[in-house]
């Protein structure tokens, strides 16, 4: 990791380039060319062209592309950033999964729209809250465990009567059915670490880190 800046430690081939901002970053350390979605907390996913040729920011949560000289990205302050790019390096794909986007489907809509093989996919978790910080209630882990039961696992009861929910885990398990497993990162906490990191859980007025994926 630079100052400003985390380096995915994954196997991605050598022309896909990737990362996440810290609080610390510049501008500097994007990729130049950049283009942000409107994030509505949802599951649509559109391609980097069709936002790259849109005259406003087009609601959706998760970007991908094909086409060397594209990026995808999101940004997050809590919420799960999470990148993919098919081991062949032909396709890319940056998604924002907070808990509303990861039940409503959102990596599965990814995914799909990747036009490979999930098998054939490489993702990697950025800086989000973990489960110790990450407080919901029960309409949360309902909609979890409503349609996976399994799910119940990634929920912890705490002494206020409400659950402490692992974001990383219910994003994983959520590729892991989608047929991908070379599952990387994840080791963060967004709201404890805050020399690093924004978070809104800490700030509710606060940034957001960028975490961006793209072809050379």
């Known amino acids: 990791m630079t100052e400003g800046l985390i380096i995915p430690d994954w196997p991605a081939p050598e022309n896909v380039v990737a990362g996440t901002t810290t609080r610390r970053a510049a501008g500097d ?20 062209e069709r936002l790259r040729s849109s005259p406003a920011a087009l609601d959706a949560d ?15 302050a809590d ?21 509303r986007g990861l039940a409503a489907g959102v990596l599965e809509n990814t995914v799909t729209a990747m036009r490979c093989e999930a098998g054939d996919l490489i ?12 407080e ?45 497993e ?8 967004t709201f404890a670490d805050d020399e690093r990191f924004f978070s809104y859980r800490r700030a509710a007025e606060t940034g957001r880190m960028v975490s961006f994926v793209a072809l050379k």
């Open 62 to 76: 998760a970007v991908v592309a094909f086409e060397p000289g594209e990026i995808c990205a999101v940004r997050t």
């Open 29 to 48: 350390l994007l990729p130049e060319g950049v283009t942000f979605l409107n994030q509505v907390h949802g599951a649509t996913v559109v391609s980097a």
């Open 182 to 189: 070379a599952i990387y990162g994840g080791d963060w906490c």
């Open 79 to 99: 919420c799960l950033p999470v990148l993919l790019c098919s081991a062949d390096g032909r396709n890319i794909a940056a998604a924002h999964a907070g808990w």
């Open 123 to 134: 993702a990697w978790f950025g800086p989000a809250i973990s489960q110790g910080n990450f």
């Open 136 to 180: 919901v209630g029960e309409d949360v882990r309902s909609a979890f465990i409503g349609t996976d039961p399994a799910a119940e696992a990634l929920f912890r009861a705490n002494d206020r009567g409400r659950w402490q929910a692992d974001l990383y885990g219910l994003a994983r398990r959520r590729l892991q059915q989608c047929g991908v």
